[in-house]
């Protein structure tokens, strides 16, 4: 612990911290007769405090930072801060350890998530922050960093809500904005009981912050009034409830759709997992560069196969290719998508939407990319799906059948699993999962075979081979993983290699002390 002197000249008096014992006066003696007064050290520990910066760029301009995961160092960590550009304006600092994008605590989550997150929320960014040294001094000794952020923020500060509404035929939209006294562009919420705006999430007494696409910060109620007759039969807003709105402002953070729990959205991306048998027919579909009515080019899912993998994981003729395996395909050329699917060979995953989905978040000015995946998770379950490409898979396909991408953090149980494999044979399988650890987290379960490790495919690899992979990757790892039965049942159409069983003798490896 450092010293800390506090000196006035007129009186003499010193007083020193973070030594095993403080000196002060006994103010019933008089200020020359000190006394020794013994405290302890734990009095002088000061609580670590997040920072937020709010980093706004103009159309083509970049954020000015790196974001980084470093050997031998803990968190995802600012690098390369751009002296006088948009983060070096906001207070980000290099070094700093990044704790939360958009209200989303993201210091457990896998680097190219966080990345991905970070590039989707268009020219608007919120970052919490904490400084280097105190991160690695919460680690330390031992502290709970999400409490932490917790406590930063306050436990009444809810997330907005991203409403589609759709006019009722009776009622309308059930909804009408009213001005919040002494409050310029301050909205507040009223309902019809049981109407549309309700049934899509939106509650009484909300706050209104966006309409549309656009923030009605500046608008007056007459002219927000303009925008509602012209809205049509549906309409979508950001709303906020009134005590999250006053710790926003608190804290002056701004209110974005890249934050919000998503309700009743209508065409949402989905990710489709293809799992192809092994054969020469491939996964079953087509995959065609053709030119949409709004001009824009795009990659099109055609010609799907009856009982094809393509069709068994959901796939709709018309859908539009967003990525594969997770990374974006909007500028690549047409031949390198099909090379990237090819290249996946028995298992692809492919981000879908349907045309009119795409051109929705379009106008809104949102990537479509914002509420897929873990995203999609967070929202309200009394949702209902407004487009077809939402619509359930198949009844009789069960999930279990499917991949499982599974993303992991060590923490003080390390990974918290065992791998093993049979012995004289490739392939390695979950053999243990320690409660509590990351590996139970993430969704491990005894017996599930692994398929790839961070993105590298692994059931032709031998255990060390495997465990090479997940050491490199240091604190972060994404497993694709299989239920055994159904890695059995997959395999038996085009590999001659053995089942794996419980009944052979195992060699195993405990991932959690890597």
Request: glycine content about 10%; aromatic content about 4%; some cysteine.
């Amino acid at each position: 612990m450092g010293k800390r002197h506090n000196m006035r000249s007129n009186t003499g008096l010193v007083e020193i911290i973070g030594l095993t014992k403080k000196f002060t006066f006994n103010p019933k003696e008089g200020i020359d007769n000190p006394v020794m007064v013994i405290t302890d050290d734990a009095d002088s520990v000061l609580t670590p405090s997040p920072r937020l910066c709010v980093l706004k760029r103009e159309e083509g301009e970049s954020f000015g930072f790196h974001l980084r995961v470093e050997r031998g160092r803990h968190g995802h960590i600012i690098r390369n801060v751009v002296s006088g550009g948009v983060a070096g304006r906001s207070g980000l600092q290099d070094g700093d350890r990044l704790l939360e994008v958009n209200n989303y605590y993201v210091d457990d989550v896998p680097h190219p998530q966080v990345a991905k997150r970070i590039k989707l929320c268009g020219h608007q960014l919120c970052l919490l922050v904490l400084d280097g040294e105190e991160y690695e001094q919460v680690l330390s000794r031992g502290q709970d960093l999400q409490g932490l952020v917790r406590a930063h923020k306050g436990e009444s500060c809810k997330p907005p809500r991203l409403c589609h509404i759709t006019r009722d035929p009776v009622s309308g939209l059930g909804i009408n904005f009213t001005p919040v006294e002494g409050e310029k562009g301050h909205f507040s919420v009223s309902l019809v009981t049981g109407g549309a705006a309700e049934k899509a999430g939106v509650c009484k007494g909300d706050r209104l912050v966006w309409m549309n696409g656009a923030t009605v910060s500046d608008l007056t109620h007459s002219a927000l009034s303009r925008m509602m007759k012209k809205c049509g039969d549906h309409i979508t807003i950001l709303v906020i409830d009134s005590e999250s709105e006053k710790e926003h402002m608190r804290q002056r953070m701004p209110i974005l759709p890249t934050m919000a729990v998503p309700h009743n959205l209508p065409c949402r991306a989905r990710k489709l997992h293809l799992v192809s048998g092994g054969n020469s027919n491939g996964y079953g579909f087509l995959l065609r560069l053709e030119k949409e009515p709004s001009g824009r080019i795009a990659h099109v899912l055609r010609e799907v196969d009856v009982g094809s993998p393509a069709e068994r994981a959901g796939m709709l003729d018309g859908e539009l290719l967003l990525e594969v395996n997770g990374e974006s395909v909007e500028s690549r050329q047409h031949e390198e998508v099909v090379n990237r699917v090819r290249e996946s060979k028995q298992h692809v995953s492919l981000t879908t939407i349907a045309p009119q989905g795409l051109e929705f978040y379009t106008q809104l000015g949102l990537s479509p990319l914002i509420f897929c995946g873990e995203n999609a998770e967070k929202e309200n379950e009394s949702s209902v799906p407004a487009c077809a490409a939402e619509q359930p898979l198949k009844k009789d396909m069960d999930d279990s059948c499917k991949p499982r991408l599974c993303s992991l953090q060590k923490g003080p149980l390390g990974f918290g699993f065992n791998l093993g494999c049979v012995p004289q044979s490739r392939g390695t399988f979950i053999s243990l999962v320690a409660f509590g650890g990351a590996g139970q987290r993430a969704g491990l379960l005894v017996g599930d075979v692994v398929m790839e490790v961070n993105g590298q495919k692994v059931e032709d690899k031998c255990l060390e081979d495997v465990i090479m992979l997940v050491k490199e990757g240091g604190h972060f790892l994404s497993l694709l993983v299989m239920d055994k039965t159904s890695y059995n049942k997959l395999k038996q159409t085009d590999s001659p290699t053995r089942d794996v069983t419980d009944s052979e003798e195992e060699e195993t490896h405990e991932i959690s002390s890597l």
